[in-house]
């Protein structure tokens, strides 16, 4: 029987629409299961403000009744976006070629009916939420933030017609823990960050959780300043920053979000996170009280941290400030006792940051390459 797809409109369509991946990956030990009420609030434009300037549509495709695949088309109504590209995303998809075709041809279809004339991705939906289809590393199991994808859906989506746009690299370095903090740390970043830390204008702080608001405001200003030389750059609302902060709100430790002060004025933003996805692939999904207490007894033996960002204007760049930083957050890394250091994730273009996290001695353990297309309008 001939696969066929139909649009995601009712309430039940969306729920099959978020369990789907629990099929596709019932057999793979690193997937890391989404909390499906996180879930159903990233899909639901009441609740996500990031749909405020967004359209999208959602697809299903099933064979012989059951569902087999989904995608969603996205098209960023954000005037400072690139309004001729659209974006593909939250694709699963079982290893059938017709089934991927008709979820590529209808997303392809009303993004250029919509007016876009390129399609890229998979965003889900944005480049900071676990973007990119998995190359490297898939018998490991992914860091907070970053996905985890078939082997076979690299073939999905060149059958497709897509080709390479970009590859996002996740970098780890194994600590030594028989080793001290200073013999473990890089000599020269330890010089460096200590003739930085002597300036008397230079200050490091702690984020203050008090001024949460405030706080992840200014971080939102010095990652879209930091970023906006790279291409295809496309600023983070702040409501959307908010929204995306609150999340890891609850394991955040401030000893671990720092802000750098140059002159009193904030130059410079590093954050690391424990990698909670060891934890939450016990919860399957589920925020029933025993679920939770099964991710609150993971918590108390996380292994790995991820180092999310290490943003520095770009006119203070190069003068030492990311080394005080990095040393900072290490020695708060050290002392909690993990065992991996993720840095996740840096695009290619993104020279300086990957030259800077090779030169520590961290390596590359997972990639994830994005792809595009061109659209033909009807």
């Known amino acids: ?4 797809i139909k649009p995601v409109h009712t309430p039940e369509d969306r729920e099959l629409f978020i369990r789907l991946p629990w099929h596709i990956y019932h057999n793979d030990p690193c997937w890391v299961p989404p909390l499906l009420e996180d879930m159903r609030q990233k899909l639901d ?32 109504d954000n005037p400072q976006a690139t ?19 008709l979820l590529f041809a209808a997303a392809e279809s009303w993004l250029a009916a919509k007016g876009a004339n390129t399609v890229r991705g998979p965003f889900n939906p ?22 985890h994808t078939p082997r076979y859906y690299l073939d999905l989506v060149a059958a497709c017609g897509y080709r390479y746009y970009n590859d996002l690299v996740a970098r780890r370095y194994v600590l030594n823990r028989q080793r001290s903090f200073s013999k473990e740390c890089p000599e020269k970043l330890l010089h460096i960050a200590a003739r930085v830390e002597k300036r008397k204008d230079v200050h490091i702080r702690h984020l ?8 992840i405001a200014l971080a939102c200003d010095l990652y879209n300043q930091s970023l906006a030389a790279l291409r295809d750059f496309t600023p983070v609302p702040q409501e959307d920053f908010q ?14 979000a720092l802000i750098a002060e140059v002159g009193g004025r904030p130059v410079g933003f590093a954050l690391a996170l424990p990698d909670v996805n060891q934890a939450l692939q ?10 939770l207490l099964r991710v609150l007894t993971q918590l108390q033996h996380l292994e790995r941290v991820s180092f999310k960002m290490l943003m520095i204007l770009p006119e203070f760049q190069g003068r030492g400030i990311e080394a005080l930083l990095i040393r900072n957050v290490a020695r708060r890394i050290w002392r909690k006792g993990y065992k991996e250091v993720d840095m996740s994730l840096a695009g290619d273009e993104n020279f300086k940051s990957n030259r800077f996290q090779s030169s520590l001695g961290f390596s590359t353990y997972l990639r994830y390459r994005l792809f595009e297309k061109d659209l033909i309008k009807e």
């Open 126 to 147: 944005t480049i900071n939420e676990e973007p990119g289809f998995l190359v490297e590393g898939f018998d490991i199991r992914p860091v907070l933030m970053t996905g």
């Open 208 to 215: 203050d959780k008090k001024n949460w608001h405030n706080e």
């Open 282 to 291: 016990k919860a399957d999904g589920k925020s029933d009280p025993f679920s």
């Open 1 to 4: 029987m001939a696969a066929y």
């Open 83 to 101: 309004q001729t590209i659209g974006v593909f995303g939250f694709f699963e998809c079982e290893n059938d070629r017709e089934a991927a075709s």
């Open 45 to 76: 434009a009441e609740k996500n403000p990031y749909w405020k300037n967004a359209q999208h549509q959602c697809w299903l495709a099933f064979r012989e009744g059951r569902a087999v695949g989904r995608i969603c088309a996205i098209l960023d």
């Open 243 to 256: 929204q995306i902060a609150q999340g890891m709100k609850q394991i955040i430790d401030p000893r671990m």
